[in-house]
Structure formats: structure tokens, C-alpha cells
């Protein structure tokens, strides 16, 4: 490691750009996986790729969930400079194939059989034009909640079918002393809320419709209306120093039973693991009351750019290694996610992963796995930022839920 | 008389100081002008992901006015602004005048007041969200000292954040000012000063009708730099707010850098930018034409 | 500035105007706590273990001294995959730096040189085309930039980097330059020329050597701006290959349930230093050239 950087001074220094040490094989990969957990996720995958003999080029850039990345990105593509691998949401990797910077993977994804193991809703974004672009590392679940058990078995409160059932669980608590829910106020956070909150007021097709289809009538509907009420309610169950919070900090609020729950993707799984705590022994994970059936999900993914033939071989070793089972599996248990691979054994995974893996099979057969609109699997950027400041908007500023509906109809017609 | 070099020598000569400007000049046509050209064309078009030359008009202006972030944007450049300009002005010019009166101390005081200006913004925004935050930093303080009901969250209250990126702001860069003004001081000429305070006048006097006024050329680099800080912040936006509490801290830089960069809308994005360079040509060129106006007359 | 034997208008050490001197000196201790306590914020927090950061308030001493943070944030904290601190990303801009600002003071300098004491045509105009550089926002350049970059083949090097940072600095050295300039006596050039000096003799033997402290305010401004640049530093490297500023974004915004506060203070500090001892330490220089007329109106 130590020559590496110093041979990479030297060559700064006269100049020479990083691309002329390449003449080892190697991989350059862009992410923003840079906190402790999911940086040893990755780690496994390095040295994955360092045992096929290709050296791991890691370019970090943290910040914003991905959006500094994503600005990075955008200059070195127009700089006719791409790295070989990047992680991407949804979207995204259609924006980028659709305008012809993608590789093809398809000679890996015959070989090793992808189509058969990864749910159509998901290879739908790592396929462009029948193509494989991209390989998907994992499938993220974002209608959970996570609740801290003590103060549930304390207050002798189930889990909450009905989202009435949430409002009045939520008094008690509060009565107690606690505070029910642990939220961050960024606006990505708001939006993962209001995932949860349509599914439930209208069930995964009202969701579709209205989220994925972007049908007029159902976006401005009175069930669309039901969901920003829930959203109301939902503010008053926050604590009075919400905004800006870090997820992760409202994730420690559980931890530490100052709040009894989070509505948050199964990434906050990963937190509670790493801090000792058990599933149905200190913590409760069960779906927001009214989606239970439903998975809306997330995924994460490292799409190939088109590079240079030499590098190719590099990018084709990379795809295949993320789709191993077994990287699947250690990553995923590892990042608190389930694997993208549905012929992964779940005996490893603990008691939230394995109702996740076996909820995404059901919720595939019923047609009810539908893309997580808050984090870019529903609608392309453009859309989702537009309906997304309507989101934050209200639930910062308590716009009446009518209201709100109207001002989401406008936004989207506005951002088409 | 020395022989005069031959002719091609002679032409390099007389030529050399354009030839030796010539590169700046082609910089500055392609970088700068080559490149607001570019984002102006951007504007008048449909790009969305990737620059495309249809051509709509003014649409992509009309969008941007009509979208209800623009509106918070531009009522906090005026908030942000006016405050960040006022109060750097003010309180810079008030330390210049303290520093002014011979204090032992002034080398320490004025890097004190000065480092600031050093750190990046992230750190400054950094630092600043600390100590801004309810439950960590000045709230916390002061609570721990007994007075329990003493507020002060305006970072995560959607009407006042905004004046916390004045506060961090305004710390950053007021020292600068000071600094400006404090040359200015000492470039004064104490003939002059002499002269008023032999004629009795007294000393808050001497500083209101006398100093002030000729400190005005300081006044004028002092606004245009601090315009053009508070035009292009949009570093410190993003580390202490992130444009939060939803979007009621967001400046015409972090539209711009929204649009432009993750909802992949060039085209609006250039437009935002289009107008936030008309926004500090604005203020710019009318100080241009000043500079090069008063270098006409002899230097003083 | 003569001590003098008149009574300066500055307040003078006299008994009546004792009060009013420890008004002067109130206000100003005032001013400097009111400056100084984010530092000493962030100082204090890089100094504590974890535990007290949270226990604690932000001023409180640490219980427990500590420098593990800044050995940590120096050498072990991670980057993304790659765990040797932020100690080669130092490194990284410090070259970067050193380059730009040399490069582009020297430039600085010289049109400085050439645009008052050469006078032609529109050469006023061409000063103030050049000055508008200076107000433009970074987001636009970024795409059209990389595009060129990209063409020129240096769109993930140190000199990319550099190129780029000299470009948007030469608007500015050029002003410092040519206000100082311009209140520099002509007599001296101009006699210089009548005894056939050429223009570079004129240069380096009588502009330069006079002009030390323009020099200096024109170094700590570019080091400064590029030192903490972020937006061009993300775009135009990659890897370890990258400056500070993309590293200490890296390290800061990692989140994990537990943020090492006192490691990302230890490193946001660092990453300071360099420029923190250029305005400590060149503060003065920096105000002597200011007063040399280099933003005067």
C-alpha cells in the first residue's frame, strides 16, 4: 500500500496521471459506502477481487446518500473519464444506459444464469434494452419498522396492525415518557415515510398507480389524501429536535430506548446488530401497520461503464463476483439487507432477514414487490425531487393534506 | 543611444507586453466567457440528462420561476445577503476603528479575528452545526448553567435557520473585512486628521465626517467581495443545513446545483445559473466601471 | 505611522479616557471569545474520549486528555476501503497547492506588470473582462471544464488540478497585482526605459523586489481557495490521488450509530493547519499589503 502512494506522488508530481500506473490489473470502483459497516461489507468484496488478481482502485465519495458521487460521476463522464464500476440506485443506471455509457454484461449473466435468480422488479433497472448493465448486490426493504422491545413489553403494546392502532400505541407511549418516534428530518427520511404511508393507505396497486404509473387521477385521489394524513400524524409522533437529524442517530434513540420506534429501511438493522442487540429479544422488527404483504424495496447496485477493452475483463470478474452467492451472503449479513439472489440460503441470517427473504418470494408471486419511491426505484430523478420538496414541505410545515395532494398533482405535471 | 535590436526582435519587443497578456485573455474568453456562452445556451434549451440543442425559449426560465423552491431561494439571497453584507460591513469596520487605537495586543487580536477566513466551509459548517445544535451544542451550554428554559433552535426551525447561515457566515468573513478596513485606516492620511483635531473637532466627529467618507473606495471592495461571497456559498448551505429544514435554507446556488447535478434537468439548472450571474453582474459591472474610471485619475 | 508629537485622534492613554479604553478592551475580549469559541469547540472535542463528548457539553475540559483522536484521524481513520488516515490526502494538496499558487501569482504578477505600465488600447476594458472571473460560481464551469479536461487527457491528475485552479485564480492575483502596480512610482520605470531596460530587466529588477508584501497577500488568498476547495479537488481526482478536502468530506460524513466526533474534529483540523498558520503567521504581511493599495477602490 505504502509504495502504491508513493508511486502515485512520484507520478503526481511529474504530472502523470493515475491511469498510467494501471499497468497491473485493477478495477476502479466509485461508492459511498464509507461508514465502518459498510465499509467492511465491502471490504469482503475486495479481496474477492484481490484474489483473482485485480487490485481494488477505491474512490469514496461520502456525502448526501449519494449525491456527491453522483455529481463526481457527471464530471468525469463528461470528461470521457468514467471508472469501471460505480454504485447506483435505480434510475440512475437507466439515465446513464440510456445514454450509451453502460457495458454490456449479458456474457456473464447467461453464463451464470441471472435472469433466474434475481426478481423481475429488480433486474428491470440492471437491464437496459433486454441488456445486463449492472449487478445488483442486494435488496433493501423500506416499510419496517424497528422498535425497542423493552419499552413495548413494558407498556404491554403489540405491534400495531392498523395504522389507528399506531396513533393510539403511540399516546401511550408518549404518556410514558418516551418518545415514539425516532425520526431525522431530512427530506430523503420524510420521503421513506411517505413510502409506507401510501402503501398503507392504498395497498401496493393504489401504489403503483399512483407512485410508479404517475396516473393523474390516483395521485390526486382521496386515498393519496389518506396518506398525507397519515404523514400528520405521523409529525406528531416526533420528537421536537428532528430536523436534520442523521438516521443513524435516530436509530441510536432506540438503541438506548429513549424512543420506542423508527420507520426506516433494513439498513437500521445493520446499527441494532452492531451494537449487540438481538431481533425479538431487544428489538422488534415488523411492517408499518397496513403493508404487511408489500415490499417495497431498494437496491443497490455497481454498474460497468463502457471502458476500454483492457479494462472489460476486469469489470466482467467484478459483476461476477458481486453475484457469488456466497459474497452475497457475508455482505448482506454484514449490511443488514437480503441478498439480490433469491437461491440464497437464509440459514445464516437472523429472525428480520429471514421474514425479509421470505416476504420478498410471497410479495414476487402476488405482484405486491414494488420500487421504494423515496429511494429511487419508482420515478426518475426529476419526478421524485419535485414530488419529494412537496413531501418535506408538508411534513416540516403541516401543509393541510388536501392541499398537499393538489401541490403533488401540480409538481408532477410541472416536472414531466 | 544603444543600436536598435532588428526588425522581428523590434516587432517581439513593442509586442511583447499584449503577447505576454495574450494567454490570460485566451483563457478567460474560453473559461469564463466560452463557458457562461455554453450554460446561457443550455438554458434555451430541452437538455434534461445530457445537453441537447432544441430549443424552447424562455420555458426553462418560466419553470424555474414557477417552482416553488425558487421562491425560498431567492427571499433567503435577499435575507442572506443583505445580513451577511450589512453585518460584515458593521462589525468589521467596528473592530478596524477598536484595533486602530494602538492596543498592545493588536497582533493577537486581529489573528483571532482573521482565522476564520482560513477554514473551508465545511469545516466552518461543520463546527457551526455543532455548536447550533439544540441538543449538543449552545442550547445544551447553557441549560447545563441553570437557566433551563433558554431556546435557541433556530437551526431545525424553518423560519430562523436561515439566519444561522448568517451567523456562520458572518463569522467567516468579517475579518476580512476588518482587515480591509484596517489597512484603510492606517492609509489615512494624518495631515488631514491632524488639521480637524487642531481645529477641535471632537474625536467621534473627526471618524463620522472626516475617516468615513474616505474609506469609501474600502466600502465599495468590501461589498463586492462580500457579494460574491454570498452569492457562490453554497459549501456552507450544504455543511451546516443541507438546505434543511426542507428546503427553507435553499439559495439560488443550491437550486442551481439540485437541478443541474442529481434531478438531472441541465437545462433549468442552467437557467437558475444564468440568473444568478445576471444577479452578480448586477452588482459587478457597475464597480467595474468605477475601477477603471478612478484609475484614469491619478492614484492618491 | 509616526508616533508623533501631536495628540492623534486615536484615544489617547490619558486618565479621563480610562473608562473609555476599557470599554474599547470589553468590547473587543467580547468579540474575540465570540470568534475563538468554535475552535476551541472543536480543539476541545478532538482532546476527549468518546464517552465525555457525549456525557458532557461542548466546552467542558476533557476529564480524560487524549491525542489518540489525532493519531487516529492522521493515520488509521478510514477513507472509504482504505484505512491509513488522511496523511497521504495531505500530501496530496499540499502539491497541488503549492503549484497553483506559485503559477498563478506569477502570472498574477505579470499582467499586473504589463496592464500599468504598458498602457494601450481598451486595456482597461481587457482588465475588467478579466475581472469578472472572479465571480463566477463554480457549478457552471464544472461540466464544461471536465469536458475539456477530459480532451486534454488530464482529467484525473495533479495537473488537471492545477490547471484548473490557476485558471480561476488569475482573475484574482491579477487584481492585487495590478492595484499594487498601479500606485507604484512610474518615475523609477520610466527612467528604467529611457536607460534601455528591456521588459523583463524592468520586471525582475525593479517591481519585483519591492513588491513582498502584494506577493504575500496574493499567496494566502490562492492557498487559501485552493487549499479548501472541495467542488474541483471530488471531480478532477480519484483515489488516493485525491486532496484534503475530498478525504475530510469522506471521513466526516460517514455514519455510523456512533460518530467518532473526537476523530472528525482531530482531522477537520488538521486539514486547517496549513492555512490557519499561513493567516496566523502571514496576518501581518497580509494587511500590509492590503494597505499598498491592492483593494483599494
Known amino acids: ?416 | 543611444m544603444p543600436t536598435q535590436p532588428r526588425p522581428p526582435v523590434r516587432w517581439l519587443q513593442r509586442n511583447l507586453p499584449k503577447l505576454v497578456l495574450s494567454p490570460t485573455v485566451a483563457i478567460t474568453l474560453v473559461f469564463v466567457y466560452g463557458f457562461i456562452a455554453w450554460t446561457t445556451v443550455l438554458s434555451f434549451t430541452r437538455s434534461k440528462t445530457i445537453p441537447n440543442l432544441d430549443f424552447v425559449g424562455f420555458t426553462q426560465y418560466a419553470r424555474v420561476w414557477a417552482h416553488p423552491r425558487w421562491e425560498v431561494a431567492m427571499h433567503n439571497l435577499w435575507v442572506f445577503g443583505l445580513l451577511y453584507i450589512g453585518l460584515c460591513l458593521a462589525i468589521g469596520l467596528l473592530l478596524a476603528i477598536l484595533l486602530d487605537q494602538r492596543i498592545r495586543q493588536e497582533g493577537t487580536l486581529r489573528a483571532i479575528y482573521l482565522y476564520p477566513m482560513a477554514l473551508s466551509f465545511i469545516v466552518t459548517g461543520t463546527a457551526w452545526k455543532w455548536m447550533l445544535n439544540p441538543g449538543l451544542g449552545i442550547e445544551k451550554l447553557v441549560h447545563e448553567w441553570g437557566f433551563a428554559d433558554f431556546k435557541f433552535d433556530w437551526i431545525i426551525n424553518e423560519d430562523m435557520a436561515i439566519y444561522c447561515v448568517v451567523i456562520a457566515g458572518v463569522w467567516q468573513a468579517s475579518g476580512f473585512v476588518m482587515a480591509m478596513f484596517l489597512a484603510g485606516l492606517r492609509g489615512i492620511d494624518d495631515d488631514i486628521v491632524k488639521a480637524a483635531s487642531i481645529d477641535g473637532a471632537s474625536l467621534p466627529r473627526i471618524y463620522l465626517r472626516i475617516i468615513l467618507p474616505m474609506l469609501r473606495p474600502i466600502f465599495l471592495s468590501a461589498v463586492v467581495i462580500l457579494a460574491h461571497l454570498a452569492i457562490k456559498s453554497y459549501d456552507l448551505v450544504l455543511a451546516l443545513t443541507g438546505g434543511g429544514p426542507g428546503y427553507a435554507t435553499e439559495l439560488p446556488s443550491t437550486f442551481m446545483y439540485v437541478h443541474t447535478f442529481l434531478r438531472n434537468e441541465l437545462a433549468m439548472g442552467s437557467a437558475s445559473a444564468v440568473m444568478m450571474l445576471m444577479t452578480v453582474a448586477a452588482i459587478i459591472v457597475p464597480y467595474l466601471y468605477s475601477e477603471m474610471r478612478s484609475s484614469q485619475r491619478p492614484a492618491n | 505611522m509616526d508616533a508623533g508629537t501631536w495628540e492623534s485622534p486615536r484615544m489617547a492613554r490619558g486618565r479621563g479616557n480610562r473608562w473609555a479604553r476599557a470599554g474599547i478592551f470589553a468590547l473587543l475580549g467580547f468579540f474575540a471569545v465570540v470568534y475563538l469559541l468554535p475552535l476551541v469547540v472543536m480543539l476541545l472535542t478532538s482532546l476527549k474520549p468518546l464517552s465525555e463528548i457525549y456525557a458532557g457539553n461542548m466546552i467542558a475540559l476533557p476529564q480524560e486528555w487524549t491525542v489518540e483522536p489525532w493519531r487516529k484521524a492522521w493515520e488509521e481513520v478510514c477513507v472509504g476501503l482504505v484505512c491509513n488516515g488522511i496523511k497521504g490526502y495531505f500530501w496530496n494538496s499540499i502539491k497541488m497547492a503549492f503549484w497553483g499558487v506559485t503559477i498563478s501569482t506569477a502570472i498574477g504578477a505579470i499582467n499586473g506588470y504589463v496592464l500599468t505600465k504598458y498602457r494601450f488600447r481598451g486595456d482597461n476594458l481587457l482588465f475588467g473582462l478579466v475581472l469578472f472571473g472572479c465571480f463566477i460560481p463554480f457549478q457552471i464551469v464544472l461540466i464544461p471544464m471536465a469536458t475539456i479536461l477530459g480532451k486534454l487527457g488530464l482529467a484525473s491528475s495533479t495537473t488537471g488540478l492545477v490547471l484548473v485552479h490557476v485558471t480561476y485564480g488569475i482573475a484574482f492575483t491579477t487584481l492585487f497585482f495590478r492595484n499594487y502596480y498601479a500606485v507604484f512610482p512610474d518615475e523609477l520605470v520610466k527612467a528604467a526605459m529611457m536607460d534601455g531596460a528591456r521588459f523583463w530587466a524592468i520586471f525582475f529588477r525593479i517591481l519585483l523586489p519591492s513588491s513582498g508584501p502584494i506577493i504575500a497577500v496574493s499567496m494566502i488568498w490562492q492557498f487559501t481557495n485552493i487549499w479548501n476547495d472541495f467542488l474541483f479537488g471530488a471531480s478532477f481526482s480519484t483515489g488516493e490521488s485525491a486532496p484534503m478536502t475530498v478525504a475530510l468530506n469522506n471521513v466526516v460524513n460517514t455514519s455510523t450509530a456512533e460518530r467518532e466526533y473526537n476523530v472528525h474534529m482531530a482531522a477537520a483540523v488538521i486539514a486547517a493547519l496549513p492555512t490557519l498558520m499561513v493567516y496566523v503567521f502571514g496576518g501581518r504581511y497580509f494587511v500590509r499589503g492590503l494597505m499598498a493599495g491592492s483593494v483599494k477602490g
Open chain 1, 1 to 416: 500500500m505504502r509504495n502504491t502512494v508513493i508511486a502515485a506522488l512520484v507520478a503526481a508530481a511529474f504530472g502523470v496521471g493515475g491511469s498510467a500506473l494501471a499497468a497491473e490489473k485493477s478495477v476502479e470502483v466509485v461508492h459511498w459506502w464509507t461508514s465502518g459497516g459498510e465499509a467492511a461489507a465491502l471490504q469482503v468484496l475486495k479481496a474477492d477481487m484481490e484474489k483473482k488478481g485485480y487490485a481494488w482502485k477505491d474512490s469514496p465519495v461520502a456525502g448526501g446518500g449519494g449525491d456527491q458521487a453522483r455529481t463526481v460521476l457527471r464530471a468525469r463522464v463528461a470528461a470521457g473519464n468514467p471508472p469501471d464500476a460505480m454504485q447506483m440506485l435505480g434510475f440512475t443506471i437507466q439515465d446513464y444506459a440510456q445514454e450509451g455509457l453502460l457495458g454490456d454484461l449479458t456474457a456473464v449473466a447467461t453464463k451464470e444464469g441471472w435472469d433466474k435468480v434475481v426478481p423481475a422488479p429488480l433486474a428491470k433497472f440492471s437491464k437496459y434494452n433486454g441488456k445486463w448493465v449492472a449487478s445488483p448486490v442486494n435488496i433493501h426493504r423500506t416499510n419496517w419498522i424497528w422498535a425497542n422491545k423493552e419499552i413495548f413489553d413494558k407498556l404491554k403494546i403489540a405491534p400495531p396492525k392498523t395504522f389507528d392502532e399506531m396513533v393510539a400505541a403511540a399516546d401511550k407511549i408518549r404518556k410514558a415518557g418516551y418518545i415514539p418516534l425516532a425520526h431525522g428530518g431530512q427530506p430523503w427520511q420524510d420521503a421513506t415515510l411517505f413510502d409506507s404511508a401510501v402503501l398503507s393507505a392504498g395497498g401496493a396497486e393504489f401504489y403503483r398507480k399512483a407512485m410508479i404509473e404517475l396516473d393523474e387521477k390516483s395521485l390526486g385521489s382521496p386515498t393519496m389524501t389518506k396518506a398525507f394524513e397519515q404523514m400528520a400524524k405521523l409529525r406528531g409522533m416526533v420528537d421536537k429536535d428532528f430536523s436534520g437529524r442523521d438516521w443513524n442517530l435516530s436509530t441510536a434513540m432506540v438503541i438506548n430506548g429513549k424512543a420506542a420506534m423508527q420507520i426506516m429501511g433494513d439498513w437500521a438493522k445493520g446499527e441494532f446488530i452492531k451494537a449487540g442487540k438481538q431481533p425479538n429479544k431487544d428489538f422488534l422488527c415488523f411492517q408499518y401497520p397496513g403493508t404487511e404483504g408489500s415490499f417495497t424495496f431498494n437496491t443497490d447496485q455497481f454498474a460497468m461503464f463502457k471502458v476500454s477493452k483492457a479494462q472489460e475483463t476486469g469489470q466482467l470478474v467484478l459483476a461476477s463476483a458481486v453475484m457469488d452467492k456466497g459474497f452475497q451472503e457475508t455482505f448482506n449479513l454484514a449490511k443488514g439487507s437480503i441478498p439480490a439472489r433469491t437461491d440464497v440460503s437464509d440459514a445464516k441470517f437472523e429472525a428480520c432477514g429471514k421474514k425479509s427473504m421470505a416476504d420478498v418470494k410471497k410479495a414476487i408471486a402476488s405482484n405486491s414487490m414494488v420500487g421504494s419511491f423515496a429511494h429511487g426505484h419508482a420515478v426518475p430523478e426529476a419526478i421524485k425531487g419535485a414530488m419529494v420538496d412537496v413531501v418535506t414541505k408538508a411534513f416540516n410545515s403541516g401543509t393541510p393534506p388536501a392541499e398537499a395532494t393538489k401541490q403533488l398533482v401540480a409538481a408532477v405535471k410541472a416536472a414531466k
